[in-house]
């Protein structure tokens, strides 16, 4: 497997350099003054696994989850209600 990851690598970075159109949207880039680093990402996992988990997991559904005042008062002043329905909310 490491060698085929080396191997793809070499592969797409030779893909990428030799695509006239990626090649002219970095110079069209940096001659705006920005540097440009392109980064490729894969996932490679067996056949018998699937490539994304059925459910991800994410901070905001973290029942534990404790705001400060300071929080709490910046989301007010977005407009933004954190948990509306939880008893003892300063949104309810």
Excluded: H, Y
């Excluded at 070499?10 to 030799?18: F, P, R, T």
């Excluded at 970095?26 to 980064?39: P, Q, R």
Aim: glycine share 2%; proline share 11%; with cysteine.
């Amino acid at each position: 497997m490491p060698a085929l990851l080396k191997r793809l690598i070499v592969v797409m970075k030779s893909a990428l350099a030799e695509s006239i159109e990626v090649v002219r949207v970095v110079e069209d880039i940096e001659t705006c003054g920005f540097k440009v680093m392109l980064v490729v990402d894969a996932i490679i996992q067996p056949f018998e696994q699937p490539l994304w988990s059925s459910t991800p997991s994410s901070p905001a559904s973290d029942p534990n989850l404790e705001l400060s005042t300071e929080d709490l008062s910046w989301l007010k002043s977005l407009r933004i209600v954190p948990n509306p329905d939880q008893p003892n909310s300063p949104f309810s």
